[in-house]
């Protein structure tokens, strides 16, 4: 056994949420991969459609990259995940404007 496969070993040992969050993100990467694969097959069969097959391929491709540019997003957040992030953001920012229009209408 190589030294980057005991220490990978001996990290998840120790840091069981680390292995969780890199099982995560393997899969995160799976699908990421699956998208891309199912995004080039509907770019090749619109290519061959008829316009009205055309639109309805044009919003599944527009799904699927939106789908993927979230899925990208996620995997470059650093560890501890951006939905605990974004939600405590966006409580401080309604918490300010709700400050706001409190003294605005006195």
Request: hydrophobic fraction near 30%.
């Amino acid at each position: 056994m190589g030294s980057r496969q005991l220490i990978k070993r001996l990290t998840d040992l120790l840091d069981t949420g680390g292995a969780r969050e890199r099982r995560a993100r393997a899969a995160i990467r799976q699908v990421l991969h699956d998208l891309r694969i199912r995004q080039r097959v509907l770019i090749a069969e619109r290519e061959q459609a008829d316009p009205t097959t055309q639109d309805m391929l044009d919003r599944k491709i527009a799904v699927i990259q939106q789908q993927r540019r979230k899925g990208i997003a996620e995997l470059r957040t650093p560890s501890g995940g951006a939905s605990s992030r974004r939600s405590t953001s966006d409580e401080t920012a309604d918490d300010q404007s709700d400050s706001i229009r409190s003294s605005g209408q006195r």
